[in-house]
């Protein structure tokens, strides 16, 4: 089903989606596999309401999928072109655009995300990520060395380097843009020659399971792309896995740690994208007039629950009270509801036990001292959480230094560069920023010194296939997007070839 506009309301749930959620499947060496250890909840956030059983792979599951992903690797796949590997998925790219209504409100129901966002972000930029990976399948490529090896005498030498896939890739993704952050880790791979097994996250696998379904129908080799669901455990599993070469990861801090430790002791590559807490730097000569889309967007994108949402706000003393007076006024008039309903900017968080996390985050901000601004009221039905802003929380508090991932951010003014540097880089994350100002030479000289992965100017939050992607310090390893997605599943190879 094509997909709807951007801001048009569904007439109701399409029939290719109920069908859908009657029995979604696992994809295991390219057929619908049940699993055998029973099946596991999925809610729709907008109501608490079941929404799906889906299953939940065993160990043996696995097995299977890893072993499927590595007979594919060995067969048909392995010997492809590039070209054939770009044909293959350009044909997925159309079909997700063709499904994309299915799969955009299948993600709203699911993760409780506006279908807006569902349409733009999941749905329309996961195909065009697909096509810009694609095009790097055919530009894969070594070069050519010269070498002085001087042994034996007479012997001369020439070198090149291979490109190599790396083999079987364990893909373990959040539930925050669960078909966004599937592609982000299938398509580079796929580009490289890998094939994948993806654990999507527990709170949101149906996306995954219709890709899997979609990947079959574009024709792709069986056991290319694999899909096993369940909790932290299958993903352990996975990692764990001697048949799997290379390890990529989206989520929290913690488990990427636990995944990083597994990954060592196997010493196999891995890329960890994980958490943030993101300062937004307001200098007194910024455009005012930005702070709708600074609030909009930087801040409570998907409801706060982006792992670069700009969780803390400096402001220059100068603009001080009036961009706070004015952010209040914003916030204050967010549409909160259902992600049906795409007017609604605030929707429901992901599930009962992250809107639990949330709400316990702000009391301990009001325990330890920092003063709410808002007395915004969330609906009883669902699993929402009214936005907050935050004055006074002290540089060290949980509120300052903790991923709450969700619509909360704290507002702390200064007074210089020096100070604000400072603050902004205090503490362990270091995956967006960003710096807004009129003032080119401040913006330039400031950038080298905020510590992150991303440092936006005059705008927050929006990342780009062609821009690379991660964090400083413990907002992860590596980096993903651009041209070096690719090298993070591939591996070097010397020739060195002797001649005389
Ligand atoms: P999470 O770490 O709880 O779970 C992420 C995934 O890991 C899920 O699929 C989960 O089942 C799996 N998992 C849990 N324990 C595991 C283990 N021991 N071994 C292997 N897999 C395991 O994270 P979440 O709550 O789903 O996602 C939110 C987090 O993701 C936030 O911290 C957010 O900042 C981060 N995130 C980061 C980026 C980025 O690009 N840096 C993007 C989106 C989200």
Partial sequence: MRIGAPDQAPSGIAAEVSYFLKAPKMIIGGAAHDGETGRFEVFNPADGSLLAQV??????????????????????????????????????????????????????????????MS?????????????YMAGWATKIRGETLDVSIAIPPGTKYTAFTRKEPVGVVAAITPWNFP?????????PALAAGCTVVLKPAEETPLTSLRLAELVREAGFPDG???????????????????????????????TGKAIGVQAMKDVKPVTLELGGKAPMVLFDDMDLGLLGPATGIGIFLNTGQTCC???????????????????????????????????????????????????RAIAQGISDGATPL????????????????????????????????????????????????????????????????????????????????????????IPDQNMPFGGFKQSGLGREHGSGALDNYLETKSVCVAYS
């Fill in 55 to 116: 299953p939940e792979a065993s160990e043996a599951d696995v097995d299977r999928a890893v072993a499927a992903a590595r007979a594919a690797m060995e067969g048909p796949w392995g010997e492809m072109s590039g070209a054939a590997r770009t044909g293959l998925m350009l044909k997925l790219a159309d079909l997700i655009e063709a499904q994309g209504e299915e799969l955009a409100q299948l993600e709203t129901l699911e993760n409780g995300k506006s279908i807006m």
């Fill in 119 to 131: 349409r733009l972000i999941e749905v329309l930029s996961s195909a065009e990520y697909i096509r």
């Fill in 179 to 187: 078909l966004n952050m599937a592609v982000w880790k299938i398509a």
């Fill in 224 to 254: 290319v792309v694999n899909v096993v669901t369940g909790g932290g455990a299958v993903g352990a599993a996975l990692v764990r896995h001697p048949g799997v070469s290379k390890i990529t990861f989206t989520g929290s801090t913690e």
């Fill in 309 to 359: 949402a700009g969780a803390r706000l400096f402001i220059q003393r100068g603009i001080y009270d009036e961009a706070v007076a004015t952010l209040k006024g914003i916030v204050s008039s967010l549409p909160m509801g259902p992600g049906m309903d795409p007017a609604n900017q605030i929707n429901p968080l992901v599930s009962a036990k992250h809107q639990d996390h949330v709400s």
């Fill in 374 to 461: 808002l007395d915004g009221a969330a609906p009883e039905t669902g699993y929402y959480v009214a936005p907050q802003l935050f004055e006074g929380a002290g540089p060290g508090s949980a509120l300052m230094q903790d991923e709450v991932f969700g619509p909360v951010a704290t507002i702390t003014p200064f007074d210089s560069e020096d100070e604000v540097i400072a603050m902004a880089n205090d503490v362990r994350y270091g995956l967006g920023a960003s710096l807004w100002s009129r003032d080119i030479n401040r913006v330039m000289r400031l950038v080298p010194k905020v510590q992150a992965g991303t440092v936006w100017i005059n705008s927050h939050n």
